[in-house]
């Protein structure tokens, strides 16, 4: 998928850039919506839900299938995991943390597509902006990670009770003299915040850059249709950079979810601990 | 003409912000995961029946410390490609 064969034709490869990086939006303001990313992330969570939910339907105890085998492998490796980090009871943590990881992978790898692809698919739909990756946009990686804040809010009220997470708030780290109180709290919403704020900046900022450097490769078999010397080597750089981007992609996506799950799990059991 | 000077200053100062950004948080990036790779593979050559344990932590590690420098480089590739400073001459 070269940039000579986008339908709109750009002008130049900032524009064609720049038109990649519109969402399809609705509204205006504040109440604008990117219909893309609210499409493509329920589209794969529903996905999600569908790959484990038609398992349990089929699951045997006897021997398994090629999709039941891989299926548990997945749930194993994230219940070991859990298990390692988390030592209370899991069986909230476990499935949200699965979610989660498998959630984030599908949304990850829709970078894998062909680039150009997407938005021609949206294109018969009389659409012009399809970016397709979900954890692209800010607004997806900070929904789940706001979520997550939720989530370590409920363990720590669940571990201490709301007395002992308030008292925790304004005596830890330095003590419990009265003077401290200001200091320790302050510390504790920073703290706090940080965490979302890490864990969406991660992942946002790994596959933006991801993606754009898919665009940056995409660009240099731009001109591959006037068949000169130079478009036939930027054309065979384009396949060749963007096979090895491809492969070293899929460590990527797999690693940010894998670390976007891990970090959540470490966060709740940091939330159950009493100081 | 005198927009158009200011124009060219703004992008002058943004590539060479980007050079930095990237080279920069490159710099940092790279001798972080040299360091915790040295690290490893002494651990390994020590004692390789930690060598499961240990890859899946060097590869959150790492994950972790490429994190920042990608950041960085989206907001480059950001100010490289819809630079907000530059929208103000409209």
Excluded at chain 1, 150 to 158: E, G
Excluded at chain 1, 189 to 198: A, G, H, M, R
Aim: overall charge negative; charged content about 10%; some cysteine.
């Amino acid at each position: 998928m070269s940039a000579a064969e986008h339908a709109a034709g750009p002008a130049n490869s900032t524009e064609y850039i720049t038109h990649h990086l519109t969402h399809y939006t609705v509204g205006q303001g504040f109440w604008s919506f990117h219909v893309d990313t609210i499409f493509m992330s329920v589209l794969l969570g529903l996905v999600t839900i569908a790959m484990f939910y038609s398992v349990s339907r089929k699951a045997t105890a006897g021997v398994p299938g090629k999709w039941q085998a891989f299926v548990e492998m997945v749930v194993e490796f994230i219940d070991t995991t859990v298990k390692e980090v988390f030592h209370l009871d899991r069986s909230f943590l476990a499935p949200l943390a699965l979610l989660i990881f498998v959630w984030v992978f599908l949304m990850n790898a829709m970078d894998l597509l062909p680039l150009d692809l997407p938005g021609k698919v949206a294109g018969l739909f009389g659409i012009h902006y399809w970016r397709v990756v979900p954890t692209a946009d800010v607004n997806t990686t900070f929904a789940m990670s706001l979520t997550v804040l939720v989530v370590i809010l409920y363990f720590s009220f669940k571990a201490k009770g709301a007395g002992g997470y308030v008292h925790e708030l304004f005596t830890a780290p330095f003590g419990a003299n009265p003077l401290l109180w200001l200091p320790n709290f302050l510390l504790n919403v920073v703290e706090l915040l940080s965490k979302p704020v890490s864990l969406a900046m991660r992942l946002f900022g790994n596959m933006y850059a991801g993606e754009l450097v898919f665009m940056l490769i995409a660009l240099l078999g731009a001109g591959f249709f006037s068949f000169t010397v130079g478009s036939t080597v930027g054309m065979v750089g384009q396949v060749a950079m963007g096979a090895a981007w491809a492969i070293f992609h899929i460590l990527i996506i797999t690693l940010q979810a894998f670390i976007f799950m891990v970090l959540t799990v470490v966060y709740s059991a940091m939330a159950t601990e009493h100081h | 003409m005198e927009n158009l000077a200011l124009i060219a200053q703004v992008q002058g100062y943004t590539a060479i912000a980007l050079g930095l950004i990237i080279g920069l948080g490159a710099i940092g990036a790279c001798i972080g995961i040299g360091i915790m790779g040295s690290k490893f593979l002494e651990a390994a050559a020590r004692q390789p029946e930690l060598i499961p344990t240990l890859q899946g932590r060097m590869f959150l590690l790492a994950g972790l410390i490429d994190a920042a420098f990608l950041i960085g480089v989206a907001l480059a590739m950001f100010f490289a490609f819809a630079n907000p400073l530059l929208a103000r001459f409209g």
